[in-house]
């Protein structure tokens, strides 16, 4: 008995603005023509709207994952199209697909390109007819940049408006009345100090929400970031080369407040150890931890009882990693057991001591230089409100002080126990049990670029390269006293 053949139709539209011949309506229509005179038994029909197939993201496609997921798994025996444009406008992505249709014994049709699959001239039209529509695809790109950068040209916003402003009468942004006042707290609070994830709460809890293509969502601490540092809300607009260009919306936000809410953030950066208690938390793995699975970093996702739990950033998205979470002193305990074998020579202890000494002296030279510094950049102001400079020349001057001044060593309060310093060189496992999070992080990157944990193990630690030799000679004594006996963690941490 012959089984009868089992069909999918995958249709998709990329806008409201069907083009004629691509509504899902026609779609519908010439997938039921062709199943009719086929004779062919219908499984589901796979419907996805307003999304593009140019991008080589098929997340932002779960439609068009579920259709596959379901072909893999055996639930239809044909997937079919209209035009192998609704399949993928990329032909590295056409082709990558069909490969696992074709694995899966999956045949493929595509009604007005007429390929069939399953016969050697089909995979021979698939390719050639794949090709074309990238084509199309990136000259249809290339034409709407070109309309984009005549709307920068005139001083236009492309793209959908940040948050706080809407589009005016005349096209060009003007303040939002419901979301602009959230626009000036948020600058307000940064300028106070306020972490990004503390001005997120306050947002989310006056009620605003994110503007973008994905809609309104709770402020988050990226969102926040990107709110905070966006020279938008001073009346500019990016150029396309990494600057900016003047636009012809207005200020939304006092130049002075912005200033201030960006020291503020600069400030935070150069001293971790000032966060507030609901503010991100340098803990002492921050910035150094990589997924063993799938090279990406591993970062802390929650705090329970005071204890962080680290894992994949990947996993957190939704990837297919299989990194599983573990608790930060978990990595800790076998990072601290590694450093306790591990000495500095007494010659270079005597040198970093010197060095160390050498600091104090110039901590005190870079607070004086910044001083002299913020001066200047007030003399910019005040030249640049008096008409004596123009705002690009202000803009330049400004910017050149600022990176001047974040060049500079941060001033440390007090730095004069050369004495304990030289015992915890003695000893770093010791150093590592006093110290508090924020000296772990600065130890841990004195010593390591990258830690590379897989699910609750440590399994390399790379040290920076002037390190290296130090870490080599006190390797062998680490294998034999911690890892003796151990198979399945030996050579792990080199």
């Known amino acids: 008995m012959v089984q009868p053949v089992t069909v999918a139709l995958y249709a998709r539209v990329s806008t409201e603005e ?15 023509t062709l199943i009719e005179a086929r004779g062919w038994t219908v499984h589901k029909e796979y419907i996805e ?101 005549e709307r920068k040209s005139q001083g236009l916003h492309n793209g959908p408006l940040p948050f706080g402003v809407m589009k005016g009468e005349t096209g060009v942004p003007v303040p939002d009345p419901n ?28 009620g605003h929400r994110t503007v973008g293509n994905r809609g309104g969502r709770p402020f988050a601490n990226h969102s926040v970031r990107g709110v905070i540092s966006n020279r938008f809300y001073l009346g500019y607009l990016p150029d396309g080369n990494g600057g900016w260009t003047e636009g012809k919306h207005e200020a939304f936000i006092d130049e002075d407040l912005f200033e201030r809410a960006q020291g503020a953030r600069r400030r935070r950066r150069t001293s971790p150890s000032t966060s507030t208690p609901r503010g991100k938390r340098i803990w002492s793995l921050s910035g150094l931890t990589y997924c063993w699975h799938c090279k990406s970093r591993v970062h802390s996702q929650y705090v329970y009882k005071g204890v962080p739990r680290l894992g994949c950033s990947k996993r957190q998205k939704g990837w297919d ?68 400079f123009t705002r690009s020349e202000y803009q330049k001057r400004k910017s050149e002080i600022i990176d001047r001044i ?7 309060a ?68 911690i890892l003796e006996g151990s198979s399945s963690t030996r050579s792990r941490i080199h």
Not at 97 to 107: D, Q
């Open 414 to 481: 007090d730095s004069s126990h050369l004495d304990k310093l030289a015992s915890f060189m003695s000893d770093i496992g010791s150093a590592w049990e006093a110290a508090t999070p924020e000296q772990r992080n600065r130890l841990a990157r004195a010593l390591f670029e990258e830690v590379w944990v897989k699910d609750q193990v440590v399994v390399a630690a790379k040290p920076r390269p002037e390190l290296d030799p130090f870490f080599r000679m006190n390797y062998e004594m680490f294998v034999e006293n």
């Open 49 to 149: 709207e307003g999304r593009s197939a140019h991008s080589d993201d098929i997340r932002s496609r779960p439609v068009f994952q579920a259709a596959i997921q379901d072909a893999l798994a055996g639930k239809y025996s044909v997937l079919v199209v209209h035009d192998i444009t609704r399949f993928s406008r990329k032909l590295r992505i056409t082709l990558e697909y069909f490969e696992k249709l074709g694995k899966a014994s999956v045949g493929f049709v595509s009604i007005r390109n007429e390929i069939d699959y399953s016969t050697p001239a089909g995979k021979f039209m698939l390719v050639m007819q794949g090709g074309l529509a990238e084509l199309y695809s990136d000259n249809l790109s290339q034409e709407v940049k070109k309309g984009l950068g």
């Open 406 to 412: 974040e060049t500079l060593e941060p001033t440390i």
């Open 321 to 388: 990693c299989p990194q599983k979470t573990a608790n930060l002193n978990v990595y800790e305990a076998q990072l601290q057991a590694y450093l306790a074998t591990f000495a500095v020579p007494e010659d270079y202890q005597a040198r970093i001591l010197e060095y160390h000494s050498q600091l104090e002296s110039a901590y005190s030279d870079a607070e004086q230089e910044r001083q002299v510094l913020e001066g200047r950049l007030r003399r910019v102001k005040e030249l640049y409100e008096w008409g004596d």
């Open 18 to 32: 069907q083009v004629d011949g691509y509504s899902l309506d026609a779609q519908r229509r010439a997938f039921k």
């Open 179 to 206: 979301s602009h006042p959230g626009l000036v707290l948020a600058f307000e609070l940064s300028a106070q100090g306020k972490s990004d994830s503390e001005v997120a709460s306050f947002l989310n809890e006056k």
